[in-house]
DNA sequence: GCATAATATGAGTCACATTCATGTTGATGA
DNA sequence: TCATCAACATGAATGTGACTCATATTATGC
């Protein structure tokens, strides 16, 4: 007699064990499983003498399972469905309706417009596991070849092997501040017009603010002072109550824009102009899903452009 | 390229994918499984053929799990633990701290001494599965060879082979009646004496109540007539109240022996003896678990005979 | 780029699950 | 109680496939 008892469980036992249950017999189970009752036979066998319990009463004909082997029967009822579950989700992977889209943005301004495109998106593809991954917006794109994430909102293409940048849709950062700001009477502002002001920002680095990347930066201009507030609504109360100034893209104002208490006005005599893009493995952007976000997201777009 | 995708999962492949999960890469994860790096090559090569969907990323070096590996992962540790949890109890079934304890009772006033003691038996045996099956009290042994029960509580013991009858103790089936009652005067009670009486019994055949067995079916004596009740607690009310008379077990009524409503008197001159039986099979026999609810039960027994 | 560590590949071997043929055992009905 | 049949067990042969060994290929860090 073997005394190891290190059981080679297999799901082939499982099925096995629930099959002669529910045919009620190993010979009928068998045939079910289109297989011979001699190998079920051997089968159940070398698993009774595995795991050094018995699994059937053996006295009577009809094969039953004895109380040990209705415990193996309870794990297989649990087990197998789970299974069936996983490899459900897998032939959804594989036809495109299921899939994963984690999503990385390094503008913190774009959870304005993403949020209500995710909404839609989950509706119409609810096998596609949506996520924002905050956190990452330092080495994103890093994240995106490590397939750590699946799309990265940027606004600074690049040229990576593998990765493609879609168009997303342009904006304007505009200039923000109190109505009753001396600044609000000015046609367009320009990067010396900062020198003197608290600047309101979302708190990450420099390089990642249009305000500093396109303007301050290259002019070489230190505003009076900064301050660092996460929310959006609570930027443009700040500014509104004249605590500072803020830049902001013109979707996220022209929600609100006739409202009396806070003006906007273009950076320079020009107005700056940035383009969004989805970063997207050149793998993933054929995938249906992936397409149809990138709609929506143009779609979301042109309605806050034309509100 | 192959378009089956029917996954030939199997329990090597989940420890696998948390192996190299856990690990953080094929080699180290062929390390602890003890087993060659070439083997989990092949292995996670195979499967993802078969599953038709990428389970790794492969363009990082440290091999990663992709988005479908990750639900690979989820699947294995929902998975493995509820297969060990099943071979702990295998294991307990092996070395005698776990088994299966379903009890069938053909007397249905031995609930009242069955009680107390399974409640002791699940403290001190907390992985027994403990059980009381009602309603196979006709083909209770029948149940006990096919392993539909463990225990069969019974006091007509049989010559079956792979069934023994180890003795429980001994007790006597004695009269009650109300104190009012006129048979109260007697020193003893006989079969004739239930002929102008109404018979308070559970309600189940007559080969099975002593009364009949023992006395009645033998003098060929039939009661005036014959009332069916379920609770020993509500034919002692009915009896106090002279509605009837009846034949209880001598522990069941000696626990409440001094009451002044009713009386109890014995059976013929020299009383009446009885001897209950647990039939079990004689593999259960040996287990531990088995040899101490036998002696459980002898030492309630005795606390009540001595009560 | 080079060195190194990590993974992939191919051929060969061996274990073991299955099949086929046949033996053995419970159940069923006269 | 016996006969009969259906259900299960057993043994030898077979073929698949998982593993190992040896070696090629590919990422990563300096």
Not at 7 to 18: A, S
Not at 88 to 108: N, P, Q, V, Y
Not at 123 to 134: A, G, L, S, T
Not at 164 to 188: G, I, M, N, R
Request: hydrophobic share 45%; net charge negative.
């Amino acid at each position: 007699m073997n005394v190891t008892h290190i059981m080679h469980l297999e799901f082939r036992h499982l099925r096995t064990i629930k099959a002669i249950h529910e045919a009620g017999g190993l010979a009928k189970a068998a045939d079910v499983m289109n297989i011979t009752q001699s190998a079920l036979s051997h089968q159940i066998k070398g698993l009774e003498d595995q795991a050094g319990v018995e699994l059937f009463v053996r006295r009577s004909k009809p094969l039953r399972l004895s109380a040990a082997g209705m415990r193996l029967l309870r794990l297989a009822e649990q087990v197998l469905p789970q299974v069936e579950s996983m490899l459900a989700e897998f032939s959804g992977l594989r036809d495109g309706r299921a899939g994963r889209m984690h999503i990385a943005i390094e503008c913190h301004a774009c959870f304005e417009w993403l949020f209500p495109v995710l909404e839609l998106f989950r509706k119409n593809w609810p096998e596609v596991d949506v996520d924002i991954r905050p956190g990452l917006a330092f080495d994103a794109l890093p994240a995106l070849l490590k397939e750590d994430v699946d799309l990265v909102v940027s606004s600074d293409p690049e040229d990576m092997p593998g990765v493609t940048f879609v168009e997303l849709f342009d904006y304007a950062p505009v200039f923000v501040a109190a109505s009753t700001h001396p600044l609000a009477q000015k046609a367009y502002i320009d990067a010396q017009d900062f020198r003197n002001e608290t600047l309101i920002t979302y708190p990450v680095e420099r390089q990642r603010l249009d305000v500093f990347s396109q303007l301050l930066i290259p002019a070489k201009v230190e505003p009076a002072s900064i301050r660092q507030v996460e929310l959006t609504a609570v930027i443009l109360l700040l500014v509104a109550s004249a605590r500072g100034v803020s830049v902001l893209p013109d979707w996220v104002v022209r929600e609100v824009k006739y409202s009396s208490d806070y003006v906007t006005r273009p950076l320079t005599k020009d107005g700056l102009t940035r383009r969004l893009y989805a970063a997207v493995r050149d793998q993933d952007l054929e995938q249906p899903y992936m397409q149809e976000l990138i709609q929506f997201a143009r779609q979301e777009a042109r309605k806050l452009q034309n509100a």
